[in-house]
T-cell receptor
């Protein structure tokens, strides 16, 4: 049972480069989200999706794009990486509904130089 | 807007002893959910315990229990018989039952070290 799978686990980018962080879940969850974790800041919501074709912004969406073409996949795109986007990124999924548990991937550590 | 505050950036405890991690939150909602997540050095986020605000009984999961004080907006986590494997970051999180699509609001975390 894979759960939530994120790739890559580590990435170094140069300022201005673009890349996509991949997230896939095999639990048929409707709800998926992306968080970033910075030292001393906890996790903050970037974007989320309540189902295929539906996405919305979270607390810190600037510099990131998302799309949800299938239930399983929810990629996060950095269009032009900046040093301020150096962080650990987590993808999460849940079946939705009141108070349901969020399952997290193992995170991607991204460094922008 | 909801906020979650964890006032203890770091704590340590001796193996087999009990430790309590603090969490306070601010909300105008009457019903909501509160969670404690554990993040060990592996970076994996693991749900420890969950509490629904309408339930007066404090949640318990084996060695982990909460002290939920709704009026005080306090949600502390007690770890009994601490084990070396409990060494981790612990995050308190808040979820509205409706209109939030399951989004979590996290505190900044408490780093717990269990010493042998």
């Amino acid at each position: 049972n894979a759960g939530v799978t994120q790739t890559p686990k580590f990435q170094v980018l140069k300022t201005g480069q673009s890349m996509t962080l991949q997230c896939a879940q095999d639990m048929n969850h409707e709800y998926m989200s992306w968080y970033r974790q910075d030292p001393g800041m906890g996790l903050r919501l970037i974007h989320y999706s309540v189902g295929a074709g539906i996405t919305d912004q979270g607390e810190v969406p600037n510099g990131y794009n998302v799309s949800r073409s299938t239930t399983e996949d929810f990629p996060l795109r950095l269009l032009s990486a900046a040093p301020s986007q150096t962080s650990v990124y987590f993808c999460a999924s849940s079946r939705g509904g009141v108070g349901t548990e969020a399952f997290f991937g193992q995170g991607t550590r991204l460094t922008v130089v | 807007a909801q906020t979650v505050t964890q006032s203890q950036p770091e704590m340590s405890v001796q193996e087999a002893e009990t430790v309590t991690l603090s969490c306070t939150y601010d909300t105008s909602e009457s019903n909501y959910y509160l969670f404690w997540y554990k993040q060990p050095p592996s970076r994996q986020m693991i749900l420890v315990i969950r509490q629904e605000a309408y339930k007066q009984q404090n949640a318990t999961e084996n060695r982990f229990s909460v002290n939920f004080q709704k009026a005080a907006k306090s949600f502390s986590l007690k770890i009994s018989d601490s084990q070396l494997g409990d060494t981790a970051m612990y995050f308190c999180a808040f979820m509205k039952p409706r209109g939030s699509q399951g989004n979590l609001i996290f505190g900044k975390g408490t780093k717990l070290s269990v010493k042998p």
